[in-house]
T-cell receptor, first 113, second 113 residues
Framework: DAGVTQSPTHLIKTRGQQVTLRCSPI?????VSWYQQVLGQGPQFIFQ???????GRGNFPDRFSARQFPNYSSELNVNALLLGDSALYLC????????????FGEGSRLTVL | GESVGLHLPTLSVQEGDNSIINCAYS??????FIWYKQESGKGPQFIID?????DKRQGQRVTVLLNKTVKHLSLQIAATQPGDSAVYFC????????????FGTGTRLLVSP
């Protein structure tokens, strides 16, 4: 089985632009979480979705939004990009909403110039 | 607030030595703890987990110890190999009803041949 897949792997944007990142969970996993990892730090929780509904949100501004589709894939959108949004964005999937280990994808590296 | 921290940012060992990576956590409500390994340019990889009702769990070459009295977590790697070189993160999950992990800043393990 394929692991968690994310796209694009790398992208460069300029301040003020918008970006959409995509994630496909492991087959059979119904929950997806998004994390932001700034260089040199641990990942920080952004969102968790389960069965297309938001189950949790971290301390991020409203410029960050996400959604989950019927096939359990997910998109993370960031509007009005700032230089500080430059980071590795990680998607993780788990089988159920609140139990079990998280499996992470390789991430999408976003650079904002 | 919640925080997970590490005592040593970098740990250098010789191949074949045993490695111990330490972590302190602050949220006594956390019910689940995980160690992740992250190699350069990759997403975090699950190593081992432990629930708050346990104090020790062993895997293949790895052991996690949990001391809830002093809110301390450690990862022991036996017979460390060059392939173990990576950044190691501990993470905790508070019993919030959804899967939010709080990560520390990480410890870099350098294994010399």
């Amino acid at each position: 089985d394929a692991g968690v897949t994310q796209s694009p792997t790398h992208l460069i944007k300029t301040r003020g632009q918008q970006v959409t990142l995509r994630c496909s969970p492991i087959s059979g996993h119904k929950s997806v979480s998004w994390y932001q990892q700034v260089l040199g730090q641990g990942p920080q929780f952004i969102f968790q979705y389960y069965e297309k509904e938001e189950r949790g949100r971290g301390n991020f501004p409203d410029r960050f939004s996400a959604r989950q589709f019927p096939n359990y894939s997910s998109e993370l959108n960031v509007n009005a990009l700032l230089l500080g949004d430059s980071a590795l964005y990680l998607c993780a999937s788990i089988y159920s909403s609140n139990t079990g280990e998280l499996f992470f994808g390789e991430g999408s590296r976003l650079t904002v110039l | 607030g919640e925080s997970v921290g590490l005592h040593l940012p970098t740990l250098s060992v010789q191949e074949g030595d045993n490695s111990i990576i330490n972590c302190a956590y602050s949220n006594s409500a956390s019910d689940y703890f995980i160690w992740y390994k992250q190699e350069s340019g990759k997403g975090p990889q699950f190593i081992i987990d432990i629930r708050s009702n346990m104090d020790k769990r062993q895997g293949q070459r790895v052991t996690v110890l949990l001391n809830k009295t002093v809110k301390h977590l450690s990862l022991q790697i036996a017979a460390t190999q060059p392939g173990d070189s990576a950044v190691y993160f501990c993470a905790e999950r508070a019993n919030t009803g959804f899967q939010k992990l709080v990560f520390g800043t990480g410890t870099r393990l350098l294994v010399s041949p």
